[in-house]
T-cell receptor
Framework: AQSVTQPDIHITVSEGASLELRCNYSYGATPYLFWYVQSPGQGLQLLLKYFSGDTLVQGIKGFEAEFKRSQSSFNLRKPSVHWSDAAEYFCAVGALLTGGGNKLTFGTGTQLKVEL | AAGVIQSPRHLIKEKRETATLKCYPIPRHDTVYWYQQGPGQDPQFLISFYEKMQSDKGSIPDRFSAQQFSDYHSELNMSSLELGDSALYFC?????????????FGPGTRLTVT
């Protein structure tokens, strides 16, 4: 069964500083990997995804993530954080379902706080 | 662009009551998923439907049932509600026949059981 580990429960960065959120996954096949962001009381918004090809993927809001198979990691990065980036970030791995679609398994999330 | 619609957005029920949550996927999306997110927790997969057939089942209690209708909307029925059922329930949809398998989430239904 697949699993996702986000080692950092809380991270605080200053506005304008760089950011890296860690994600490690466990999956027997080539993973489908995602990063979602959730503001308080809101739904989940997809930031970026990796299926195959280039291991550095670009997403919305200036985020990027790098897939490293050897380290089973898919870390999320942003060169300069804005106060509006404060939210909870979830890494997820998708497993294809034989019946159709794919099932997401989420990590426990990283709460990002941005200091002005 | 059209998004996933969930109704109601908020629901308050008492213990042992029933609740029905509705989900309207993005047009032309053929797969619907339900997730449960408890307070301070990550979303947990409950159940999914592809072309109106159940495609997978996760940690969904026997008290819950779901189905996808001919117009692709889905309903999650919850009976004998317990306090522990209080959570944010997300519906997501995807286009299985597409090149990506990304799921688009609705805003969620916040269920409070008192």
């Amino acid at each position: 069964a697949q699993s996702v580990t986000q080692p950092d429960i809380h991270i605080t960065v200053s506005e304008g500083a760089s950011l890296e959120l860690r994600c490690n996954y466990s999956y027997g096949a080539t993973p489908y990997l995602f990063w979602y962001v959730q503001s308080p009381g809101q739904g989940l918004q997809l930031l970026l995804k990796y299926f195959s090809g280039d291991t550095l993927v670009q997403g919305i809001k200036g985020f990027e993530a790098e897939f490293k198979r050897s380290q089973s990691s898919f870390n999320l990065r942003k060169p300069s954080v804005h106060w509006s980036d404060a939210a909870e970030y979830f890494c997820a791995v998708g497993a294809l379902l034989t019946g159709g679609g794919n099932k997401l398994t989420f990590g426990t999330g990283t709460q990002l706080k941005v200091e002005l | 662009a059209a998004g996933v619609i969930q109704s109601p957005r908020h629901l308050i029920k008492e213990k042992r009551e029933t609740a029905t949550l509705k989900c309207y996927p993005i047009p032309r999306h053929d797969t619907v998923y339900w997730y449960q997110q408890g307070p301070g927790q990550d979303p947990q997969f409950l159940i999914s439907f592809y072309e109106k057939m159940q495609s997978d089942k996760g940690s969904i209690p026997d008290r819950f049932s779901a189905q996808q209708f001919s117009d692709y909307h889905s309903e999650l029925n919850m009976s004998s509600l317990e306090l522990g059922d209080s959570a944010l329930y997300f519906c997501a949809s995807s286009l299985t026949g597409g090149l990506s398998y990304e799921q688009y989430f609705g805003p969620g239904t916040r269920l409070t059981v008192t």
